[in-house]
């Protein structure tokens, strides 16, 4: 069975940094492209980007390009999320993918809330 | 990037009616679309992809057609396990985007 578990998410002040996981389990992780999306409480889905099998090839929505990257351990089953110079815009549930272009597996999500 | 316009915003039905979603992309997305259900509460599961091919265990009273810009969603005989959001998706161009969401409800 695929199963993708968020895990790192919580309350962060503006301006900080969160690093997000993402454990695989179920398939060959090494086999498949890994993406992220987020949720904005009562909004609709926003693709941040996907990473290739071997990290050789990162797209990211260009809006967040400069304050997210994505990276993955293939050693490890991980998919990883790290956000810089966080924004109240920036509070959604992030989901973690499996990608083929389109994303057929998902985790449940976690809260990321950007507040003082 | 590529626009998607879906229409309506939300939609009430009746159980056993038929029920159509559209989506609209800004330019030709060459039939690289998919639809995604997402339940309250849950994590949006993948329905239909390449526009018109169910997905893996999805009730075969969904189904998928378009082509071009225009794209659309129908669920034959509703039922009350399909209130939901129901998102499309482009995957023809980077960055991927999704349309605005449906909000199925029953009436």
């Known amino acids: 069975e695929v199963k993708l578990v968020e895990s790192g998410g919580g309350l962060v002040q503006p301006g900080r940094s969160l690093k997000l996981s993402c454990a695989a389990s179920?398939?060959?992780?090494?086999?498949?492209?890994m993406g992220w999306v987020r949720q904005a409480p009562g909004k609709g889905l926003e693709w941040i980007g996907e990473i290739n099998q071997d990290s050789s090839t990162i797209n990211y929505t260009p809006s967040l390009k400069d304050k997210f990257t994505i990276s993955r351990d293939n050693a490890q089953n991980t998919l990883y999320l790290q956000m810089s110079k966080l924004g109240s815009e920036d509070t959604a549930i992030y989901y973690c993918?499996?990608?083929?272009?389109?994303?057929?597996?998902w985790g449940q999500g976690v809260m990321v809330t950007v507040s003082s | 990037d590529i626009q998607m316009t879906q229409s309506p915003a939300s939609l009430s039905a009746s159980l056993g009616e038929t029920v159509t979603i559209e989506c609209r992309a800004s330019?030709?997305?060459?039939?690289?679309l998919a639809w995604y259900q997402q339940k309250p509460g849950k994590s949006p599961q993948l329905l239909i992809y390449?526009?018109?091919s169910l997905h893996t265990g999805v009730p075969s009273r969904f189904s998928g057609s378009g082509s071009g810009t225009q794209y659309s969603l129908k669920i034959n005989s509703l039922q009350s396990e399909d209130v939901a959001s129901y998102f499309c998706?482009?995957?023809?161009?980077?960055?991927?985007?999704f349309g605005g969401g449906t909000k199925l409800e029953l009436k």
């Open positions: 998706q482009q995957y023809y161009d980077y960055p991927w985007t």
């Open positions: 993918a499996r990608a083929q272009a389109t994303f057929d597996y």
């Open positions: 179920g398939f060959s992780f090494n086999d498949y492209w």
């Open positions: 390449n526009a018109n």
């Open positions: 330019e030709d997305i060459y039939n690289g």
